[in-house]
């Protein structure tokens, strides 16, 4: 299983932050994971934005909710974020991960991706 | 919200030592929903440990993984050099559902 994000690298202020993760080797139709995106501001932790299961339901973090949107397409074998309204402090690497729903870890990483909020 | 906190901020070791991570979660969280990853800088992290203790696939048996209720530990019985680096606890719960540790370092002493 690999996961690939992709999208732009600079975002300016006040935009939306549009980033697609690419699966292969497995399949987002399966009823077996859930799909998230991570993030990781530069020199810090890591944040859990959010997941989207193969039906389409989701799930978001409370402190972005009003700003998160993830979809999937499962003929892609593709899951997306959009993050509207952005400021520097959405700065980071963003990652897409797959988790396994009966112990819900995150089992496959993508590489992921550094999105940098600047005029 | 449940916190996980990590001690120590850094560790720093020998190759060859021994280290021991501790995460404390701030409210009971079921052991089964408690992983462990490692990241290298540039890197993505790597997952370690899932249900508190037991190894992902292809990690060395060097790494183990205990816990219940508030306190989990990650254990490495002799630290090689690929192993300093961060070190992540996560847990799964309620609302955020996921929730990570600040980490810990371990640096090469």
């Known amino acids: 299983v690999q996961l690939h994000e992709s999208g732009p690298g600079l975002v300016k202020p006040s935009q939306t932050l549009s980033l697609t993760c690419t699966v292969s080797g497995g399949s987002t139709n399966s009823g077996d994971f859930y799909w998230s995106w991570i993030r990781q501001p530069p020199g810090k932790g890591l944040e859990w934005i959010g997941y989207?299961?193969?039906?389409?339901?989701?799930y978001y973090t409370p402190s972005l909710r009003n700003r998160v949107t993830i979809s999937v397409d499962t003929s892609r074998n593709q899951f997306s974020l959009n993050l509207t309204s952005v400021t520097a402090a959405d700065t980071a690497v963003y990652y897409c991960?797959?988790?396994?729903?009966?112990?819900?870890?995150?089992?496959?990483w993508g590489q992921g991706t550094l999105v940098t909020v600047s005029s | 919200e449940i916190v996980l906190t990590q001690s120590p901020g850094t560790l720093s070791l020998s190759p060859g030592e021994r280290a021991t991570l501790s995460c404390r979660a701030s409210?009971?969280?079921?052991?089964?929903?408690v992983a462990w990853y490692q990241q290298k800088p540039g890197q993505a992290p790597r997952l370690l440990i899932y249900g508190a203790s037991s190894r992902a696939t292809g990690i060395p048996d060097r790494f183990s993984g205990s816990g219940s209720g508030t306190d989990f530990t990650l254990t490495i019985s002799r630290l090689e050099p690929e192993d300093f680096a961060v070190y992540y606890c996560q847990q799964y719960g309620s609302s955020p559902r996921w929730t990570f540790g600040q980490g810990t370092k371990v640096e090469i002493k």
């Open positions: 989207i299961y193969y039906s389409g339901s989701t």
């Open positions: 409210q009971n969280v079921l052991s089964t929903y």
């Open positions: 991960a797959r988790s396994v729903i009966r112990t819900n870890h995150f089992d496959y």
